[in-house]
Nanobody
Framework: VQFVESGGDLVQAGGSLRLSCAVS????????IGWYRQTPGHQRELVAR????????DYVDSVKGRFTISRDDAKSVVYLQMDSLKSEDSGVYFC????????WGQGTQVTVSS
C-alpha cells in the first residue's frame, strides 16, 4: 500500500493550495481516507477525513469552512483544497486510512508565511 502526497508549497497567508493524495495497493473507494498534519514537536493530527459511499466528510474545528476534502475514486486520488490559509496551517501533510493506518508516505510540505 502506498500513499503519495503532492501539492505542498510556500504560500502567503490568505492564499490557497490543493493537495493530492495518490493511493495504490488498496481499493481506495472502499476506505475512509484522511489528511493529517504534522508540525515539529507534535504528533500527526487528523485534520480532514472522507468516508466511502456517500463520502461523508469531517474536519477538525481549526480548518472547518476553509478546507475541503474530496475524492476521485476513478483515479484513486483524494484531494484537500485549502483556502484562506493561516500561518498555523503550516506543516507536513500526509494521507492515510484512519480506520487502519498503513505505512506513511513522505508527506508534502505546506508553509504559510504571514
Amino acid at each position: 500500500v502506498q500513499f503519495v502526497e503532492s501539492g505542498g508549497d510556500l504560500v502567503q497567508a490568505g492564499g490557497s493550495l490543493r493537495l493530492s493524495c495518490a493511493v495504490s495497493g488498496i481499493t481506495s473507494r472502499l476506505h475512509d481516507i484522511g489528511w493529517y498534519r504534522q508540525t515539529p514537536g507534535h504528533q500527526r493530527e487528523l485534520v480532514a477525513r472522507i468516508g466511502v459511499g456517500l463520502s461523508i466528510t469531517d474536519y477538525v474545528d481549526s480548518v472547518k469552512g476553509r478546507f475541503t476534502i474530496s475524492r476521485d475514486d476513478a483515479k484513486s486520488v483524494v484531494y484537500l483544497q485549502m483556502d484562506s490559509l493561516k500561518s498555523e496551517d503550516s506543516g507536513v501533510y500526509f494521507c492515510n486510512s484512519p480506520r487502519r493506518t498503513y505505512d506513511w508516505g513522505q508527506g508534502t510540505q505546506v508553509t504559510v508565511s504571514s
